[in-house]
C-alpha cells in the first residue's frame, strides 16, 4: 500500500524566494512520485514525476524534486518564486507494479507576495 | 487545455434529483478515471476504466454509477445523493492503465447537494 504525507496545508514566500514544498511517501513497492499543481478553477496538471531514472527530476516551470529514498521524500523546490506560481500542489505516489492508482496528498497551498 | 473536457462544470441538485456528469478525452488514452476532490481530504479515487472495463470500484456507494461506452467518453450518473456527496468531481485520462502514468485531468464539475 503507499501513502503520502504533505506537511503544511499553506506555505507562504516571498516574490523571488526560495519555494521548498515537503513530501514524504510510503511504499510497500518501488514508488513512482508526482507533483501535480492546481490553479483555481482548473484540473490538475502535472509538474514532474520521478519514475527511478534519475534521483533529481527537472519539471516545468522551473520547478525539480529530489527523490530521498533514505529519507522516504520527494521534496519539491523552486530557486526563486513568481506570482504565477500562487495554486496549490499535491504530492502523489504509485507503484511500479500492476494498474495505475495514484494516491494524493492533501495539497500544499502556496502563496506569493510582492 | 489538457484535452479532457468535462460538464457542467457547476450542477446544484436536490437529494432526489438524477443527474450525469460528462466526461470526453480525444487524446487516444485507454484508460479513465473518476476522482473525487473535497476541502481539506486528499483526492479520492472512485473508478479507473480500462478498454472500456471497469478495473476499479473503490468502495463508492451505489448512488455513484459510472459508464464507458467507449475510451473517449465517460459518464458518471448520480441519484438520491447526500449532502456530503457536495465536492468538486475530477475526470482523468492516461495513455494506459499501468503505474507510472501521467494523468491528463479535466477541470472537474462542482456539485453542490441540496
Known amino acids: 500500500a503507499q501513502s503520502v504525507t504533505q506537511l503544511g496545508s499553506h506555505v507562504s514566500v516571498s516574490e523571488g524566494a526560495l519555494v521548498l514544498l515537503r513530501c514524504n511517501y510510503s511504499s510497500s513497492v518501488p514508488p513512482y512520485l508526482f507533483w501535480y499543481v492546481q490553479y483555481p478553477n482548473q484540473g490538475l496538471q502535472l509538474l514532474l514525476k520521478?519514475?527511478?531514472?534519475?534521483?533529481l527530476v527537472k519539471g516545468i516551470n522551473g520547478f525539480e524534486a529530489e527523490f530521498k529514498k533514505s529519507e522516504t521524500s520527494f521534496h519539491l523546490t523552486k530557486p526563486s518564486a513568481h506570482m504565477s506560481d500562487a495554486a496549490e500542489y499535491f504530492c502523489a505516489v504509485s507503484g511500479n507494479t500492476g494498474f495505475q492508482k495514484l494516491v494524493f496528498g492533501t495539497g500544499t497551498r502556496l502563496l506569493v507576495s510582492p | 487545455e489538457t484535452g479532457v473536457t468535462q460538464t457542467p462544470r457547476h450542477l446544484v441538485m436536490g437529494m432526489t434529483n438524477k443527474k450525469s456528469l460528462k466526461c470526453e478525452q480525444h487524446l487516444g488514452h485507454n484508460a479513465m478515471y473518476w476522482y473525487k476532490q473535497s476541502a481539506k481530504k486528499p483526492l479520492e479515487l472512485m473508478f479507473v476504466?480500462?478498454?472500456?472495463?471497469?478495473?476499479e470500484n473503490n468502495s463508492v456507494p451505489s448512488r455513484f454509477s459510472p459508464e464507458c461506452p467507449n475510451s473517449s467518453h465517460l459518464f458518471l450518473h448520480l441519484h438520491t445523493l447526500q449532502p456530503e456527496d457536495s465536492a468538486l468531481y475530477l475526470c482523468a485520462s492516461s495513455l494506459a492503465n499501468r503505474g507510472g502514468e501521467k494523468l491528463f485531468f479535466g477541470s472537474g464539475t462542482q456539485l453542490s447537494v441540496l
Open positions: 476504466y480500462s478498454l472500456e472495463e471497469r478495473v
Open positions: 520521478y519514475t527511478s531514472a534519475a534521483t
